[in-house]
């Protein structure tokens, strides 16, 4: 009797097992995708600031921003109409009500762009993403008592949504490493 094989193929590599780590691996169509990449290159996008270091991403805050000078939520700019459709969209996804998610920064990657090894600032709490353009590697590390970390990594292709709970987004700090092809994002974020 022969073995029957896996009904539902090979999905692509599985996200590691830690807690508050959720993903979904297709939240927009491609036709959306494509909207969204125009909504975020029309947005008022600046390069990323943090004190006297200027990053090479462009980013746009919307419903407050964090300002690194003083160490302070700040005021921004409303969510615009796409943004709020967008959350409507992603939220259910990501298991929240939508207007829990009050905070939105877009951010496009020109080549050669990354984002370093961080936490998101403690005012903020959940985190909801979706990757556009080019696929990338989220990178996670946490520090180990006796010293060093433990790493993990899973793949962002194009229209996948990502959410950071509990451990995983107190416990863990992420980066995504330059890439060689443009690649865009919106962010999504509760407050605390």
């Known amino acids: ?20 780590l959720t993903r979904v691996e297709r939240a927009v169509d491609a036709a959306y995708e494509a909207r969204l990449i125009a909504h975020i290159d029309t ?21 407050s921003a964090y300002d690194y000078q003083r160490g302070a939520v700040t005021g921004a700019p ?6 709020l459709a967008l959350r409507d969209t992603v939220a259910p996804l990501a298991g929240l009500e939508a207007e829990a998610l009050q905070q939105a920064l877009v951010i496009r990657y020109d ?24 696929p990338a590697t989220m990178r996670l590390r946490r520090r180990l008592a006796g010293g060093g970390f433990e790493r993990a990594s899973f ?6 949504l990502y959410r950071l709970s509990g451990e995983a987004r107190d416990g863990w700090e992420h980066s995504i ?11 999504f974020r509760t407050l605390r």
């Open 43 to 63: 947005s008022p996008l600046a390069p990323f600031r943090f004190g006297q270091w200027e990053g090479k991403r462009l980013t746009a805050n919307y419903g």
């Open 78 to 83: 409303p969510l615009p109409g796409w943004l």
């Open 111 to 134: 080549p050669g762009a990354t984002i370093g090894w961080h936490r998101d600032r403690p005012q903020y709490g959940e985190i909801v993403g979706l990757s556009l353009g080019a």
């Open 1 to 20: 009797m022969g073995t029957q094989g896996d009904l539902f193929g090979d999905i692509g590599p599985r996200a590691p097992a830690i807690p508050g």
């Open 155 to 160: 793949p962002l292709f194009p229209c996948a």
């Open 177 to 187: 490493a330059a890439l060689e092809e443009p690649r865009w994002s919106v962010t």
